[in-house]
């Protein structure tokens, strides 16, 4: 949805409906000589509860916005608020926080603490986030995403897509209220990426959690309430499903 109405926009600032919300959001790569816009203005609303597919081929921004919304990075201008909190305004810590309470996050890279293992990774995001769990629970949830009898392995001893799965393990033992993935099924094989599609879809439905999702996929989008599609930095489609 587009919102033409700016002072309506700010005016639902916090509302408890509101999962994440941008307004007039700009990102500019400046390099030494070559500044690249890789995202020109996005103005979104995603209620609490709702799963939407975020499309755009290679370059359209979609990585940037979730950057944006996970934290890691801050817009040029315009406003990013993400669970109530203003993240164009917040600090390093404060988006730490955020990080650790009120967005999961799966995405390519892995978001895995290095030197920890895997039911440690779990074990740490569950208490940081105020959810200790204890070796049993953790050792459940490792089963849940077919990662049993790996608990001792590092990240760097996984594959990808172990990596992403490890990381679907930490967001079931936390349970943030939204979720951002970016491309999770992009480098795996179709039974293991249907397993964590299908697990991911299972959560948003049980927990009611908000899930906005990267993909190239129409068969994954498919299955959103929503789709949004990027085009060079800016929403050219915004189309509810179901
Ligand atoms: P997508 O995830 O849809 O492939 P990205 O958000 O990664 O798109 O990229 C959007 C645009 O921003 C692209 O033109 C890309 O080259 C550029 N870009 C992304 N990250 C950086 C960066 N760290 N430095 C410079 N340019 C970047």
């Not at 390099?31 to 203005?41: F, N, P, S």
């Not at 600090?91 to 009120?102: P, Q, T, Y």
């Amino acid at each position: 949805m587009v919102v033409a109405d700016r002072a309506a926009s700010l005016a639902i600032v916090g509302s408890p409906a509101t999962a994440i919300q941008l307004a007039d959001v700009m990102r500019v790569y400046r390099e030494v000589d070559i500044e690249t816009i890789a995202l020109r203005g996005i103005d979104l609303e995603v209620a609490r509860g709702e799963f939407v597919a975020l499309m755009g081929r290679s370059g359209s921004g979609k990585s940037t916005l979730l950057q944006l919304l996970a934290g890691s990075d801050r817009p040029t201008a315009g406003r990013v608020i993400v669970d109530g909190i203003d993240l164009s305004r917040a600090d390093e810590d404060e988006r730490g926080r955020l990080r650790g309470a009120h967005v999961g996050i799966v995405f390519q890279s892995g978001n895995l603490i290095p030197f920890l293992d895997l039911e440690e990774n779990v074990q740490l995001s569950a208490e940081l986030a105020g959810r200790p769990i204890d070796r049993v629970g953790t050792r459940a949830i490792l089963q849940r995403v077919g990662l049993a009898g790996r608990e001792r392995h590092r990240p760097s001893q996984l594959s990808g897509g172990e990596q992403q799965r490890g990381a679907l393990a930490a967001i079931l033992a936390t349970r943030p209220p939204i979720v951002l993935a970016d491309e999770v099924t992009g480098e795996l094989d179709s039974t293991t990426a249907g397993r964590l599609l299908d697990l991911l879809v299972e959560v948003h439905r049980q927990d009611g959690m908000t899930l906005l999702m990267a993909t190239h996929d129409p068969h994954v989008a498919a299955r959103a309430d929503r789709i949004i599609e990027l085009r060079d930095g800016r929403v050219v489609a915004d189309r509810r499903i179901r």
